[in-house]
């Protein structure tokens, strides 16, 4: 549970998702836009790098496939970087955002997702440690080379597999 700036109190009315870079058409969606997309549920666990998890979490949004498959990502795209409307970014290998493993959402157990949580929305990639989970998200930027986001940049793996222990650059 670790936040690297001021919580920002965002409107949802105001609240835009941009995604762009590598892909064909960049995209903006606002709140009621996103909402319009078919909606998608995470059900299952979640895993912080300080060891804690969270078992048994609900959370619906969209899925970023579906953001992808609107965009439709260059063939040379290969990461992401997340932005959080407050400055925060972290990195991640496509891969990892594609096939139904990665959220933009804006519900947690069947409420609003709290700001302190990352509200309005935030992204979910819960096969990752959940510092790729970016709060306050509001850039998906496809890159064609892998660039270190915030935490990465200060010691952080650039993927952060929970399950190979990833924790630190220079970890398997
Ligand atoms: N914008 C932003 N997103 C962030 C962070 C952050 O500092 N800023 N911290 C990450 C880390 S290290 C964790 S463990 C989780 C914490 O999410 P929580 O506050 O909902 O528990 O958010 C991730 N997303
Ligand atoms: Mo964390």
């Known amino acids: 549970m670790l936040t690297a700036e001021a919580q920002p109190r965002i ?63 260059r063939p040379d795209a290969t990461h992401v970087l997340a932005h959080s409307s407050t400055g925060y970014t972290t990195n991640l290998p496509l891969a990892d955002v594609t096939g139904g493993r990665a959220w933009l959402v804006w519900e947690y157990d069947g409420r609003p997702l709290a700001a302190e949580h990352g509200g309005p929305v935030r992204l979910l990639v819960p096969h990752l440690y959940f510092w790729k989970s970016a709060k306050w998200v509001s850039r998906l930027e496809l890159m064609t080379q892998d660039r270190q986001g915030f935490w990465e940049r200060n010691g952080y793996h650039d993927r952060g597999d929970p399950w190979l222990e990833q924790r630190y650059q220079g970890d398997p």
């Open 11 to 73: 409107d949802p009315e105001e609240w835009t998702i941009t995604v762009d870079g590598a892909v064909e058409r960049s995209r903006t969606w606002s709140w009621r836009e996103a909402h319009a997309l078919p909606g998608s549920t995470y059900h299952g666990d979640i895993h912080c790098v300080t060891t804690w998890s969270m078992l048994d979490t609900t959370f619906r949004g969209v899925d970023v496939d579906t953001l992808l498959g609107l965009v439709g990502p």
